[in-house]
């Protein structure tokens, strides 16, 4: 066997096996192999990013952690990896960095310039999932605007399609002007910000005046009726009345509506097509005049009149400036707003034709759906819900932007068919080519779908992507679905949503969710902030078990804040590892079982598999925090700080059957050790097991197995009791526990005829003697 050197080198260490681990293919999925299947749908990431920080390194490692575990139990793991480089993300990205208009260059050149940093961003992931010892099969990655995700997200909307659930509607949506496409609720946020009531006078047809209060003074050429609560006494005999709309002099009917909040403004809701989802609902059901004022970049249209061209905020300005005396008074104000999360703007509602996936009102099935899986941790199932509960559109999967998966449909201008391709012939780009004639009237005036997919309407695919990928039918439903909690709205259920309408099933049995990285000071990481120390730095002054090591520190579903005391423990745990790994080299290695073990051998065999019990209780319920406090309080404590002392005395001494049996415990317990730590820290492991055993990998060796043992003798516990009595004694005294001592008066009830000499030798004292009653 190769002596260990006295300093671990990480560096190499990490290095050599990253080579290796990719030479031999070793996490490869291994075809029929007769195993059972663990299928891991790892969430895509974007490669919309050159920056990768602790936060990246905190979600990906902790659903890892459970993949080399059940890896190590015996499962033939599917670990794919994906990437998620088509839509808005990565378009946004692009723009951002190439300080371009796209609107400015042509289609084909900027896809030219996504393409580029889609490749790019899947080499920054690769290194640094590589670097960390992340377990993927990279003979199983995909992107999402590849070929075959295409295929099958195009399948899954013509499926819909034929099914019913998909439709497209010219109604209002929601429309980030900024980035000039229709999004989903699950794309916005609320976020508050300083505003300004405005009170405004408003005539009516019998020559008196009302006022309203509105922050949106903007809209006034989109107003098309005010509404009162019928119990609100001040606005009584207004009903069926008229008023006219400042500046642009038009008549709106004036009507009632207990939904209309007496105590907010003066009690009189103006009401515009649209300014929000309440003027929405009373647009929908008094099927009031529809007056679409604002164009697809946010501007005002010809309604807008001599404000016409302006944008909101500059309309918002001069109108208030042309009131004059129609403009009552103003107040300030902090209110919420319903924002786009890609870029911060404030969401419009604007009325256009798109396609929708029905789910507002299939509440009840997804819940049910929901409970159909297993979360962790359990009350995340509550975010989900609360999801669910409110929703309040259906899904608009369509997207006006470049770069993403087409739609695949095509229209006749002759009879309005959608006209759609034949599975055989996905996926398609239906600007590129066409049918050559209406199935339904014959027409050749076919025309393409322009838009592209949300994102979401393809990742949303992944869990029967994999299926295709692995090409193996067993690979759906997957086993895992690990994440963090934002995307508990979109990614999780919007492949709940597909796995129920494409086949009837939920997608997966288990959902692992992950919190946030923090920084020190306990803010989100992000590169807005620029809070967080790049990936690549952590791992080349760490390593990377000391950073994964970090990433234990949070119980799923909670958020880490990023500390260095605790990057460094991991260090400290990986040091001592080593030097335990040379002390048991130093005094000899016996594997051979035919040995009789003693008191201490029994007692942390015995604690060994009290540690492998509840270890495996943890990774089997995906609690990998709690399986690491097991194993390190065991390693650190009742291995380092207790045996290796106990059995010291027995290494130096002559007797070679106590010195036998104390060698092959301290090499079987410290392999099994190694096992229990491989799946959270892999290189250390790996190093110190090659080195011991020869063997290819502790990666693909098993869980360990209780250790075949009797139990210790129940009054040992109380040697170890008496051990302790001395060590503190020691330690008050300042003398070394190295030192030996001439006399000592045990206090602790203690066989001494039966662990006298143990108790001397183990804690170095000349003459152990009790104490007088």
């Avoid at 190769?2 to 990490?14: C, H, I, N, S, V």
Wanted: glycine content about 4%.
């Amino acid at each position: 066997m190769k002596e260990l050197p006295k300093d671990y080198d990480f560096k190499a260490t990490e290095s050599k096996w990253k080579t290796n681990w990719e030479k031999s293919q070793l996490y490869k999925f291994k075809e029929n192999n007769g195993s059972p299947l663990f299928v891991v749908d790892t969430p895509p990431p974007y490669v919309s990013a050159d920056h990768l920080h602790a936060g990246h390194i905190m979600s990906y490692t902790q659903a890892e952690f459970i993949v080399r575990y059940k890896r190590m139990k015996g499962f033939n793991v599917f670990y794919p990896m994906g990437f998620d480089d088509n839509g808005l993300p990565t378009e946004r990205y692009v723009e951002k960095k190439y300080k371009i208009d796209k609107s400015k260059i042509t289609k084909s050149e900027f896809i030219k310039l996504c393409l580029k940093e889609t490749e790019e961003g899947i080499k920054t992931y690769k290194r640094l999932w590589t670097n960390l010892g992340i377990s993927v099969d990279w003979s199983k990655t995909y992107s999402t605007i590849a070929p075959l995700p295409t295929k099958v997200s195009q399948w899954s909307l013509i499926d819909l399609y034929k099914k019913g659930f998909l439709k497209r509607e010219e109604v209002p949506i929601l429309w980030c002007p900024y980035c000039q496409t229709a999004i989903s609720q699950s794309d916005t946020e609320d976020k508050e910000r300083e505003s300004v009531m405005n009170y405004i006078s408003f005539d009516t047809n019998d020559n008196n005046n009302i006022i309203i209060a509105t922050t949106r003074p903007e809209l006034l050429p989109a107003c098309v009726a005010l509404y009162y609560n019928p119990k609100d006494e001040r606005y009584k005999g207004l009903e069926q009345k008229k008023a006219i709309v400042p500046l642009f002099n038009y008549e709106i009917p004036i009507k009632t509506s207990e939904a209309v909040d007496q105590e907010k403004g003066t009690g009189l809701m103006m009401v515009c097509t649209w300014g929000d989802t309440e003027d929405l609902e009373k647009w929908r059901l008094d099927k009031l005049e529809t007056r679409s004022l604002l164009t697809t970049d946010g501007k005002l249209n010809e309604l807008g009149e001599n404000y016409q061209g302006l944008t909101i905020t500059e309309a918002r300005k001069k109108i208030l400036e042309d009131l004059k005396d129609s403009l009552i008074r103003q107040e300030k104000i902090t209110q919420i707003v319903n924002v786009h999360e890609r870029c911060d703007t404030p969401v419009e509602l604007i009325q256009s034709k798109q396609w929708f996936i029905k789910i507002s009102d299939m509440k009840d099935t997804w819940l049910e759906y929901g409970k159909k899986i297993n979360w962790h941790p359990e009350h995340m199932y509550k975010n989900y819900e609360l999801w669910v509960n409110s929703l309040k559109w259906d899904w608009c999967v369509s997207r006006q932007r470049y770069y993403g998966v087409p739609f695949p449909f095509w229209y006749c201008n002759n009879c309005n068919e959608v006209i759609f391709p034949n599975e055989k012939d996905l996926p398609v780009d239906p600007t590129e080519s066409k049918p050559k004639q209406c199935p339904k009237c014959k027409s050749n005036d076919i025309v393409p779908e322009t838009d592209v997919m949300d994102t979401w309407a393809t990742s949303s695919c992944t869990p029967f992507l994999l299926k295709e990928l692995g090409n193996n039918e067993k690979l759906f439903p997957v086993d895992l679905r690990p994440n963090a909690h934002e995307i508990i709205r979109t990614w999780d259920f919007y492949s709940i949503v597909k796995g129920y309408y494409n086949f009837n099933q939920v997608p997966f049995k288990n959902i692992m969710i992950s919190g946030h990285g923090l920084d020190e000071k306990g803010k989100k990481i992000s590169k807005r902030l620029g809070n967080y120390v790049s990936s690549d730095q952590l791992i080349e002054e760490y390593g990377a078990d000391a950073v994964r090591y970090w990433a234990t520190g949070a119980s799923l579903g909670q958020n880490l804040r990023f500390n260095p005391k605790e990057i460094k423990k991991g260090k400290q745990i990986t040091i001592k590892l080593w030097n335990v790994a040379r002390f048991i080299q130093m005094n000899e290695i016996n594997t051979n079982s035919d040995v009789n073990l003693e008191q201490p051998d029994l007692w942390i065999i015995s604690e060994t598999n009290k540690t492998i019990k509840t270890a495996t209780k943890h990774f089997e319920s995906f609690e990998y925090a709690k399986a690491k406090n097991e194993i390190e309080t065991f390693f650190m404590s009742k291995f380092a700080d207790y045996y290796i002392e106990f059995v010291k005395y027995r290494l130096n001494e002559n007797n070679k059957e106590s010195k036998k049996a104390a060698q092959y415990t301290l090499y079987t317990v410290f392999t099994t050790i190694l096992k229990l730590y491989a799946p959270l820290i892999p290189f250390i492991t790996e190093e110190i097991y090659h080195l011991f055993t020869n063997e290819k990998s502790i990666h693909v060796s098993f869980w360990p197995e209780l250790i075949t043992h009797k139990e210790p003798d129940k009054d040992f516990e109380k040697a170890i009791e008496a051990i302790d009595e001395i060590r503190k004694y020691k330690s008050e005294n300042k003398i070394s526990l190295g030192k030996e001592i001439e006399e000592y008066k045990i206090k602790t009830s203690v066989d001494l005829n039966k662990y006298k000499e143990f108790i001397q030798k183990a804690i170095k004292v000349k003459e152990i003697k009790n104490t007088p009653d």
